[in-house]
């Protein structure tokens, strides 16, 4: 609340002269009162006078019956007389004396129009004052307005002035970083140099290793050739082996077993990890042994990684997952197939592609953050370089990022299908796998998922399903290692076969592990 302002001091000369107008009113009015009390004792006393003379001159005229009376009379009379000349002087000074009163009546009704007069000057400046009190009162709120915007500005002032202290210190900073960096460059540029000429002569080296290749690659043209004549008889086999492979009692994926030796004594120039797909049409049916990996070592590369043992497995119901040298290019991210389960949860970036030789030069990308359990999201830097063959690759890492040229991000994206460590805390192995589709991308708060479970009578088709009362849940950002490995999919329409749910999955039973796919195919067989 605003003080209430004090009523404003008058002049001094207005003061004084208030208070003679007071004193002069009081007095005239005193007078008034002794003129008027004054002129009532002279009537009163004028009608005693005049009672007292007809009093007298009755008694005169009983006197004058009388002649003893005679002197009374006229001595009372001389004494009437002379009353009645003292009444005129009365009368006379009452008549001095009310003059007098008119007088000081009209010096003081001069007076009072002087005093009005000035009563109003004196309103009509207190009006003033006032209004010059209202524009000080604005005024001093302007001010302290002012006041205040001015200790703000001070204050921006005062930030940026520190900030631009900060700044000319980052600044300094930056620039003895920048001239050390420069060193640094200088002497990278003649490390650069040194590598340009061990450049150049490997490029010349490479020369002389491409003429080599083109003549090798003349008798690989032969191989081939004669490849396809056993690819025919391979065929055949196939299906001696399909019919074969209905009298086993069980359909497992294993490691071992007369079916690979049987393709790798009729194809000894197969690559490493090859699929091979049945004979016929892909009629959606379900064979005992629709997909088989095999392996072999290639003798004329002496640079090559060694090749992975044999892995059998299923073939998926509807969609093809395999891949041929035609699905790559240099540049693009690849997850590869780890040995400890054959989940494809290893990452290749693709340096180059080798077509005649079927197998493509890749260099690794190791994970920075280090875990007793395998890696499949967060940042991956650049590893060794090596050769791999085309059919060790799973899929294709599409949607990954990188601040660095050295460095990649992988982490799951919407819409994709996740395998999760079952008790991953536990770190055992085993491992155990929920599969799971990612419903949300990843922020502050995590990733959402939602659970998958098979449907049954087909291989690897699953739809969104309840996992111990839950369907969806959120993964925190520091249980990223949850995340296992991505499982390529296809969303199915419903109109594939029947009891398939549309808007269901069909994953590649190739990252989905083993005993997953055994225990569905005991079921079905039950």
């Known amino acids: ?214 003549s090798e690659a003349k008798e690989i043209e032969a191989k081939m050739r004669s490849l396809e004549l056993k690819e025919k008889e391979l065929e055949r086999k196939e299906k001696e082996f399909e019919e074969l492979s209905k009298q086993t009692e069980s359909r497992k994926r294993s490691r071992d077993g007369p079916e690979t030796s049987l393709f790798a004594e009729n194809d000894p120039l197969t690559h490493s990890v090859k699929r091979l797909k049945s004979i016929g049409e892909h009629s959606h049916e379900k064979t005992d042994l629709d997909c088989v990996i095999l392996d072999s070592t290639d003798d004329d590369e002496a640079d090559d990684d060694e090749d992975p043992e044999p892995y059998n497995c299923l073939d998926a119901d509807f969609n093809n997952f395999n891949n041929t040298m035609r699905s790559f290019s240099v540049g693009q991210v690849w997850a590869l197939y780890d040995p400890l389960d054959h989940m494809p949860r290893l990452y290749a970036k693709i340096k180059k592609v080798l077509e005649l030789k079927m197998r493509v030069e890749v260099t690794w990308l190791e994970a920075k953050q280090k875990s007793p359990i395998p890696i499949a999201c967060g940042e991956f830097k650049n590893g060794e370089r090596t050769v791999k063959s085309h059919l060790t690759f799973s899929h294709l890492m599409v949607d990954h990022t990188g601040k660095k040229k050295s460095i990649i991000t992988i982490n799951p994206r919407k819409g994709e299908t996740w395998a999760l460590f079952r008790d991953w805390k536990q770190q055992k192995r085993p491992y155990g796998y929920d599969f799971v589709q990612v419903v949300s991308e990843l922020d502050s708060g995590g990733i959402g998922v939602a659970y998958l479970g098979r449907v049954e009578g087909f291989t690897s088709v699953y739809e969104l399903a309840e996992q111990n009362g839950v369907l969806q849940m959120m993964v925190r950002c520091d249980e990223m290692l949850r995340f296992s490995h991505r499982v390529p999919s296809f969303v199915l329409t419903g109109d594939e076969r029947k009891g398939v749910p549309a808007g269901s999955f069909e994953l590649d039973p190739a990252a989905i592990p083993r005993d997953y796919l055994e225990a569905s195919e005991v079921k079905q067989e039950e």
């Open 1 to 214: 609340m605003e003080p209430e302002s004090s009523p404003p001091e008058l002049d001094p000369e207005y003061q004084w002269d208030e208070e003679l107008v007071e004193r002069c009113l009081s007095h005239a009015a005193e007078t008034a009162t002794g003129m008027l009390d004054l002129s009532g004792q002279v009537r009163e006393y004028k009608e005693m006078m005049v009672g007292s003379v007809r009093k007298q001159s009755l008694e005169m005229e009983e006197k004058e019956k009388e002649s003893d009376l005679r002197r009374s009379l006229e001595a009372e009379l001389l004494i009437l007389v002379l009353e009645m000349q003292m009444v005129e002087e009365v009368e006379r000074e009452f008549r001095v004396r009310e003059e007098k009163l008119e007088e000081r009546e009209k010096v003081v009704r001069v007076l009072g129009e002087n005093v009005q007069e000035r009563c109003n000057e004196m309103e009509k400046r207190e009006e003033e004052f006032q209004l010059k009190a209202k524009d000080v009162e604005v005024k001093r709120k302007e001010l302290e307005l002012k006041e205040k915007r001015v200790e703000e500005i001070m204050s921006e002032v005062e930030a940026r002035e520190n900030a631009q202290s900060l700044l000319d210190e980052t600044i300094k900073e930056k620039t003895n970083e920048m001239e050390k960096r420069e060193e640094e460059f200088q002497l990278k540029a003649k490390d650069v140099e040194v590598k340009r000429k061990e450049l150049e002569a490997r490029e010349k080296r490479e020369e002389q290793f491409q003429l080599r290749q083109d």
